[in-house]
């Protein structure tokens, strides 16, 4: 159905989702209380945090049977560090109930609907003005979850009687059949003094540092990565959506709309202030998305779930688009307001046909630009700027050259059926991004929905469609008849085949490097030929998290930094730090096309103590005794993916992927801190850097 009612019902519908997803789910209201309203020094009493569940949905408690870093996230609290109290044992929830989680994780959780309600028991040792505590957890509903992180709870003051007292070295729960490890675990963690963990941050999280660190001055540079590639991309964006019927024909009668003009310099010129307006509109686009999603927005745009999963809704809907079950389209309106000014005339006139163009030319040209727009907002604060500049750019093109060179209309070829192909081809193209966006979460909380073989199928199968499509083999309604099999479209044919004759090898491990960057990564591959051992031959100890996080090519990695630098410095080895990313198109480019390298794997796995630092995993929770405050937010730290992230702006001044960074035993830079950017996936300079590292790391060890 092709009208604007159901234009306006999309649009409607994605303002909807986007301000769902926008708002996030609804969060409870903690309310903290106490099981008594006066009490004396001594007493021991129950801190009561109540809150409300809202319909439909429920709340992770602290109970599972789970393994350790699996299964929903679980419930913590974190007590502010006071003289005033000590915590009896551990925290316990109150009305939840045990539900068994059999879709994902196979184990039991439990989990509050309706009310919550949680306790602490804590010995009273002086006068209570009141207690700040910190909960993180999830809250999900049968559509997904969301990570409840960082909720501040008050606790009132208290009245109490009594002299202060000292606290006791440590304090068993009262309640004798509480297990007997998990009071001892509990005298372990807290500290007498301070009421807090005894095992805090490591120090160099916690220390302040007077500057990042640098290798004779030098130090990471802050580059978003990419943008020449962005611009290129973006162009042929722009390029492509010239070839779309909503645009093509319309190209010829906007240009003879300025020639008309007698006098040949007013008509150049108004056909200029024409294609500069066009780029000046999509650039404030580009400019105002660039404000809206700075850094941190555009970190947590390229790796939560909520926004990949909604770019996927979104791509699926620009696909069925161009396949013709629907045109998106501005209300009328809007157009004939714009359409009117374009007719006065003049430098006014000539300003409103380009706005006039962008907004008639919308149903074709809006899934490009969101296209766009959605790969470079993901990146960086600059990207949607730089995007958006190449698109309009290649857009505006052919009516500046057109007006100068009038006589090159009649070598533009017919419009015809080849538009709509254009489109449909578009499509499948579409299809094949939003794969791109879901497996983004897939991979960051451990999904295993689309594992590299079940992405590539169904890319096989996208792209196999598309060339029977082009063959005339499946056809839309909207089809104008295919006579014959032109030149063009058979080399497009034969390329689009040669495409997925190339992808087929990959269903059995092979590595696929063109592909690299855009597949998920080999670790995800339950069928491999060539698979690579998971020995760990030539690691000190077994590595944390080993069983979620993998390293390419066989390399014995750690994902722990402390860990790393401990065998480190027992192997007399330099330091190769990898700050990655599950979502890091760059990081697979480097690992695809650098690291397969047969020297540069020897090196790596050879002469160095490899740990790959994840700063985009979801899933992975420290445990309370590892949480730390950030520097830069002062919000509590609570996964190993922001332990990561952190380590690596605090330590390096950088927060883009990947870095690669070489330390010696006393974690000082033997190379500069570098990116992909430097080595712009080449092998000889990363392996002379991996090189230089080693002399250097020689040298000091002297």
Known sequence: MKNLSKSGLFIVLSLLVSYTWAAGFPKPNFKAKYSKSEVKTGETIELIIQFDVAPGFHVYSEKSDCPEYDGPLRATIDFTPSSSYQLVGKFYGVGDHMVKETEI????TGEFTGKGEFRQKIKVLGPIQGIKMVFNGQICNESGCENLRDMGINAPALKVTGEVISAPSAIAPENPSENNSSAQDTAKEISPEKNIPSNEAPDYLTKDLKSTKTFNGQAASEEEGGMLGLFILAFLSGLTALLTPCVFPMIPMTVSFF???KNRSIAIRDSFIFAFSIIALYTVIGTIVAFLFQANAANWMSTHWAPNIFFTVIFLVFAASFFGAFEITLPSWVVNKADKQADKGGITGAIFMAITIALVSFSCTGPIVGTVLVEAAAGGASRPIVGMFGFSLAFALPFGLLALFPSWLNSLPKSGGW????????????LAFALKFLSIP????????????VYLSLWIVIFSLLGLYLLG???????????????FRLT?????????????PGMFGAPLKALAGYLPPMSTQDFRMDRASDSKEGTCFTPKYADLLHAPHGINSYFDYDEALKCAREQGKPLFIDFTGHGCVNCRKMEEKVWSDPTVLKLLKEKFVVVSLYVDDKKIKLQPNEFFKSHSTGKQITTLGDKNAELQEYYFGKTTQPLYCLL??????????????YFQFEVEPFKKFLEEGIAEYSKRSK
């Open 492 to 504: 497009t044919v034969i390329a689009v085949f040669a495409f997925v004759v190339y992808m087929i």
């Open 473 to 487: 083999k499946i056809k839309f309604d909207h089809d104008s008849p295919m006579e014959h099999l032109g030149i």
């Open 442 to 453: 897939d991979q960051t909380y451990h999904w295993g929905i689309l594992d590299r073989e």
């Open 419 to 430: 538009l709509n192909s254009v489109k449909v081809v578009l499509g499948f193209v579409e």
């Open 259 to 261: 020639i008309r003009n």
């Open 664 to 677: 010696d035993a006393n974690e000082e830079l033997v190379q500069p801190a570098l990116g992909a950017d």
């Open 105 to 108: 994780w196979n184990c039991s």
